[in-house]
């Protein structure tokens, strides 16, 4: 099971930290990633972390500004996001994979939480 919490709104420009609890698997052997999905659009990747948390892998729109970290004694995985724009607006979920964190395929993760909104507005 995984569990999102951290959403909410923000103004453009500002900052939020998601973070994913997980439970009833073992955390610490399977990589992680952040999706999003915004109304009327395809769930596109956002971020993912290997399971030892050394290797991470972005999206091009989120680069900079995105940083995922995990902690496996808590078997917790957080995306950090700074500089928010109205375009970040999207339901963000995260998911465990045992693929290869390159493979940015939604089709790639086995375990998906049920997300959480984040809406940037002023």
């Known amino acids: 099971q995984l569990e999102e919490s951290g959403g909410g709104l923000v103004q453009p420009g500002g900052s939020l930290r998601l973070s994913c609890a997980a439970s009833?698997?073992?955390?610490?052997?399977?990589?992680m990633g952040w999706f999003r999905q915004a109304p009327g659009k395809e769930r596109e990747f956002v971020a993912a972390i290997t399971a030892n948390g050394i290797n991470k892998n972005y999206a091009d729109s989120v680069k900079g500004r995105g940083t995922i970290s995990r902690d496996n004694a808590k078997n917790t995985v957080d995306l950090q996001m700074n500089s928010l724009k109205p375009e970040d607006t999207a339901v963000y979920f995260c998911?465990?994979?045992?693929?290869?964190?390159?493979?940015?395929?939604?089709?790639?993760?086995?375990?998906w939480g049920q997300g959480t909104q984040v809406t940037i507005s002023s």
């Open positions: 998911a465990a994979t045992f693929s290869t964190i390159a493979d940015t395929s939604p089709s790639a993760y086995a375990y």
């Open positions: 009833g698997f073992t955390f610490s052997t399977y990589h």
